[in-house]
Each structure stands twice: as structure tokens, then as C-alpha cells.
């Protein structure tokens, strides 16, 4: 069984700038997950994917977007950075949608600094 | 809104001995869902303890156990005979079966040999 991969593992990019991190999900998972988690603080939830579609949102700007593509792998992207984007995000993977209350699966994550 | 409060930014334990790390929320909702997750460094976050708020035992995984005190909104981990391997980032966690999870802002646990 393969777990939940992202890449890159770390990038830096400079104010202004865009950026796509990448996500598979766990094998079996059709529902994808991203979140924000900066130095010091814990996983904030940016929005989730299910078959494709945007699924819920949380308080982030529209500069913050995704993807799901049909083999429920994950883009999250990026624009206009700004230096609070500097954070670690972090892709979790489930299976099913309604009322889902298990365990979130994580990749490592992609450690982005925006200098 | 809900929210999830841990109040000890760090906490050291003697290898071998045990430690409980605080975790308290605030929601209205009746039925929900509290997890514990650890973070070692530089590696993936994983599940150590799940519990359902409808049940009132407590959830226990080996060394890992959980005082859950719905009331009180409290729910806090118990670590017993601690492992150098326990060293990590504690991150406490809520849903209620919504599309999103609230986390705390961790605790960092030290295992001293």
C-alpha cells in the first residue's frame, strides 16, 4: 500500500512569486486534504477535494487554489506569495466523503520559504 | 466556533516514566471526535489516539491512553513507560464530521534517557 507523497520537500521562492506543490493520495483514497502549518503553530485546514471538486474551504484567500485530478492526486497552488506563506503544508488523504470522522493520513509535507 | 487550546508549549519526561500532555476544546456540538496525532521531526504526522465524545471510556492504544471529560471539554494524553521513540511534536485534534479538522498549537515532548 502506497502512503500519501508530496513533492517538492522544500522550496524557496521569492514575494510575488507562484508556486504548485503536489500531492498522491494513499492508494484506495479519493478525498485530499491540504494544510497550512507554520513555525511553532498546528495544521491549519485550507480547503479539501473530492471527485474533483472543491469540497469546503477554510480562511484562506483566493490566491490559495487546487486541483484533483481523476487518479485523486492534488495540486495546491499559490500566488502571489507573500512572506506569512512561508509554512509547511501538509496533504492528508481519506476515503469517502459524508461525515467522515477517521484518521487523516499525511505525506511528509513540502516546506515552502518565501523570502 | 470551535476551537481547540493546548497549553503546554513543552514537557520533558524521564525515559521509562509517565507524562500527560493538556488538551482542552470548546464546541457546540453533541457528537464529535478528538485525536491525538504525533509529529516526530522532519516525518509524517500519525495517529496515536482517536475518541468518539459518545462514548464515555476512555481510549487506550498500549502505552498511549486518553481522560476524556466531556463536561469539562477537556481530553488529555497519558503516556506511560516513555520511549526515546515518543519524542515528538503532540498536536491534539477536533471534527465533527464536517470537511475539516481543528488542531491545536502542539506540544513538544522531550524523553530524556
Known amino acids: 500500500e502506497t502512503g500519501v507523497t508530496q513533492s517538492p520537500t522544500h522550496l524557496i521562492k521569492t514575494r510575488g512569486q507562484q508556486v504548485t506543490l503536489r500531492c498522491s493520495s494513499q492508494?484506495?483514497?479519493?478525498?485530499v486534504s491540504w494544510y497550512q502549518q507554520a513555525l511553532g503553530q498546528g495544521p491549519q485546514f485550507i480547503f479539501q477535494?473530492?471527485?474533483?471538486?472543491?469540497?469546503g474551504r477554510g480562511n484562506f484567500p483566493p490566491r490559495f487554489s487546487g486541483l484533483q485530478f481523476p487518479n485523486y492526486s492534488s495540486e495546491l497552488n499559490v500566488n502571489a506569495l507573500e512572506l506569512d506563506d512561508s509554512a509547511l503544508y501538509l496533504c492528508?488523504?481519506?476515503?469517502?466523503?459524508?461525515?467522515?470522522?477517521?484518521?487523516?493520513?499525511f505525506g511528509e509535507g513540502s516546506r515552502l520559504t518565501v523570502l | 466556533a470551535q476551537t481547540v487550546t493546548q497549553s503546554q508549549p513543552e514537557m520533558s519526561v524521564q525515559e521509562a516514566e509517565t507524562v500527560t500532555l493538556s488538551c482542552t476544546y470548546d464546541?457546540?456540538?453533541?457528537?464529535?471526535?478528538l485525536f491525538w496525532y504525533k509529529q516526530p521531526p522532519s516525518r509524517q504526522m500519525i495517529l496515536v489516539i482517536r475518541?468518539?465524545?459518545?462514548?464515555?471510556q476512555n481510549a487506550t492504544e498500549n502505552r498511549f491512553s486518553v481522560n476524556f471529560q466531556k463536561a469539562a471539554k477537556s481530553f488529555s494524553l497519558k503516556i506511560s513507560d516513555s520511549q526515546l521513540g515518543d519524542a515528538a511534536m503532540y498536536f491534539c485534534?477536533?471534527?465533527?464530521?464536517?470537511?475539516?479538522?481543528?488542531f491545536g498549537t502542539g506540544t513538544r515532548l522531550k524523553v530524556l534517557a
Open positions: 492508494s484506495g483514497h479519493n478525498t
Open positions: 477535494y473530492y471527485r474533483e471538486e472543491e469540497n
Open positions: 492528508a488523504s481519506t476515503k469517502g466523503l459524508a461525515g467522515y470522522t477517521g484518521e487523516l493520513f
Open positions: 475518541q468518539e465524545a459518545y462514548k464515555q
Open positions: 485534534a477536533y471534527t465533527s464530521g464536517t470537511y475539516k479538522y481543528i
Open positions: 464546541t457546540s456540538e453533541s457528537d464529535y471526535y
